[in-house]
């Protein structure tokens, strides 16, 4: 058995832990200390966390070994480059977004050509080859980086060419083993190289052997005090046939790699996976027999049969996969590990409502289905940002949609279901925006307003859009809804109002909705204001999903005609002012005066009787002329542009002194 290193000591500007949970999750990457002051960008700034095997032995070069490796780190200011000593191709993800590829580039490479706004970004770079040396990170005067948020747990890819992700586009960020550590939320390595086998005969490098190195080639013994995995996938098999190595020599070497791996990773799940071309099949699960029966009980045989299909999922006829087969391989892996660890958190797919590079604006119903998500109230809209030329949209039934995509004009889909093409015409390769939201589900329209993913490109995949700093919460009746406009919620002064301040919006209105809660069957938004759906007694709605930087409140129209007093008014009014300030603690409040006049005295007196010093009486006499209205009660879309003209400025001036929106976990 291999003696390996147990003792933790300090690298430059890594150190990992061999500290366990008790369901066998590690923590893989730290950084050397949550330092509060802010690092230099330097090889061993200790605000750089390096994920992989890295030689960290220079002071001025980091260089990864073996494939996939990569770097993250937060940083302040407004951009970032890269020093990078000769020639290079690598990725680079800012914030989050998609990775950029850099080909043959050196010197101090910008990767910001666009500055970003002030604040705190996130960066990951990974290399794929050439020159694979990180000199550092330049920042703006002042700036510096902060440490990085890293997931508690590193899943590891022992394998060849397959594992390497050999033939696709992007090499390692295409493989199985990256998109299976990203679903599961985990970092991830990839022990591989192409043309490798397990056992080291005939001129194959055995992994058998190497895996315990730094790097695929050499004889430097890599401490594994560095990190330790939580999980361990083994794919091998594959070349050791066209070297002559047979059966019983296979079988050994497999249960002796798996035997080293326990004693190098006392806690990890290893996963010892079936070969595509199944080769050495028998071999391969005797070995995790052998392994289970000599007490090892966290040694499981992954059988791959019918995961891929011939022709479609393959580059080649040598059994490496394209990106859609190693999407697919991820897609049936990713739910194996997830249940054998435990606790590991499984991401959704890009592009399916689960994921969370989706962003679901208003109040939607993320958690009675993990396929199918359902908004309530109106205006509520999802958007996303999305790689490849094409994109689908996945429909349950009919519903009337609006879809729009890199900024351009809405496009209207009448009945539209099953899967919907938003892209006739292919779209240039690159990145692209999508912002879709569905009819109003209320009065005598019924569509199915539910979200079941987007289909993609074939390697595509998903980013997270640019998000406004502000949020704007409309609550209201049939005007706010946009009733008799020419597009519904898409054309109503809430709409119209957060699009021209470059916030996100919300419409909590409701056609025919009145403020006071009364025996008769309307709805009442002093009640119903803190519900997931308008006509539901539950569930409430979490408000820490989000939070509004301003709420617009324009209730009364009507109340008129129900027999409610001014006293009840004014009471009813005062308390949805003291839900909407629970709701939001920093928001500014504006209480509109109806523009029919309708219980203005009372709107204005609950809000002087509240003593909120950051809500407003916004008094709209005049605003409206008779060929603003449709009738005599709702405007049209004349008319609604009048409001925007309006309202607009009164909530800008205070947007200017309000904090940010803050944003939640959407699910």
């Known amino acids: 058995m291999r003696s390996i290193p147990h003792s933790i000591r300090r690298l430059f500007a890594l150190v990992m832990t061999a500290s366990l949970c008790a369901l066998g999750l590690s923590l893989g990457v730290t950084s050397t200390a949550r330092a509060a002051a802010l690092g230099n960008g330097s090889v061993t700034d200790p605000n750089i966390v390096y994920t992989g095997r890295w030689d960290l032995g220079s002071a001025g070069a980091a260089v990864p070994n073996w494939t996939g490796g990569y770097l993250q780190t937060a940083f302040t200011g407004t951009t970032v480059k890269v020093k990078a000593r000769e020639a290079v191709n690598f990725y680079a993800s800012v914030d989050g977004g998609p990775d950029v590829f850099y080909a043959g580039v050196k010197g101090t490479v910008t990767l910001t050509p666009q500055p970003l706004p002030q604040g705190t970004h996130t960066l990951r770079v990974s290399y794929r080859s050439g020159d694979t040396v990180f000199q550092g990170l330049v920042l703006d005067a002042g700036a510096g980086t902060v440490a990085p948020r890293v997931p508690s747990g590193l899943i590891e890819f022992v394998g060849d060419s397959i594992t390497a992700g050999a033939l696709t586009d992007r090499l390692a960020l295409d493989s199985y083993g990256w998109k299976t550590g990203e679903r599961l939320g985990m970092l991830h390595t990839q022990i591989a190289r192409s043309g490798y086998c397990l056992v080291g005969k005939d001129g194959c490098t055995g992994l058998a052997t190497q895996f315990f190195k730094t790097a695929s080639t050499g004889d430097q013994n890599w401490d594994f005090s560095r990190y330790q995995a939580s999980a361990v996938v083994i794919n091998l098999g594959t070349n050791d046939i066209g070297h002559g190595v047979t059966g019983p020599e296979f079988q050994s070497a497999y249960t002796g790699l798996l035997r080293d791996i326990r004693a190098t990773y006392p806690n990890a799940a290893l996963f010892a996976v079936q070969t595509l071309k199944k080769r050495y099949v028998t071999e391969t699960k005797a070995a995790v027999s052998a392994r289970n029966a000599a007490g090892d009980a966290k040694v499981t045989y992954v059988d791959t049969t019918g995961w891929l299909t011939d022709g479609t999922d393959y ?63 109106a205006g509520a809209y999802v958007r996303t940002g999305f790689t490849g030329r094409t994109v689908k949209l996945k429909q349950r039934n009919a519903i009337d949609l609006w879809a729009s995509i890199d900024g351009g004009p809405a496009t209207f889909y009448d009945e539209a279901r099953g899967t919907v093409n938003l892209t006739p015409a292919p779209l240039a390769a690159g990145n692209h925006t999508l912002q879709v939201n569905y009819q109003v589900v209320a009065g005598s329209y019924h569509g199915d307003a539910v979200f079941q993913g987007l289909a993609l490109d074939s390697g595509a995949t998903t980013f997270a859009p640019p998000g406004p700093k502000n949020l704007i919460e409309f609550v209201g009746d049939s005007i706010t809804v946009g009733t008799t406009t020419s597009q519904n919620a898409r054309t109503a002064y809430g709409w119209l109002i957060g699009e021209r301040l470059g916030a996100d919006h919300t419409q909590i209105a409701q056609g025919g909705a009145a403020l006071v809660d009364t025996a008769d069957d309307r709805m009442s ?143």
């Not at 997830?338 to 208003?362: E, H, M, S, V």
């Not at 209480?591 to 005295?601: C, Q």
């Open 525 to 667: 938004l002093e009640q119903q204001f803190t519900k997931l759906n308008p006509n539901a007694a539950t569930p409430d709605w979490d408000f820490s999903r989000y939070q509004a930087s301003a709420v617009v409140i324009n209730l009364g129209t009507n109340d008129v005609g129900r027999g409610v007093t001014p006293a009840q008014f004014q009471a009813s009014y005062a308390s949805l002012l003291r839900k909407v300030r629970t709701a939001y603690p920093n928001a500014w409040i504006f209480a509109l005066r109806t523009f029919s006049g309708r219980f203005g005295a009372e709107t204005k007196a609950a809000v002087t009787a509240s003593g909120d010093t950051r809500a407003s009486y916004v008094d709209t006499t005049g605003w409206l002329a008779a060929d603003d209205l449709s009738d005599s009660v709702h405007p049209n879309d004349k008319g609604h542009r009048t409001i925007a003209d309006r309202l607009a400025p009164v909530i800008s001036e205070r947007l200017s002194g309000l904090p940010h929106v803050s944003r939640h976990d959407p699910r």
């Open 315 to 377: 580059e080649d006829g040598n059994g490496h996969p394209n990106e859609a087969g190693h999407t697919k391989f991820a897609d049936r892996l990713a739910p194996i590990i997830a249940a054998k660890l435990g606790t590991a958190p499984l991401k959704a797919a890009p592009g399916q409502p689960g994921d969370p590079n989706i962003r679901f604006t208003g109040r939607w119903d993320t958690k009675s289905s993990a396929t199918a998500y359902t908004p309530y109230w």
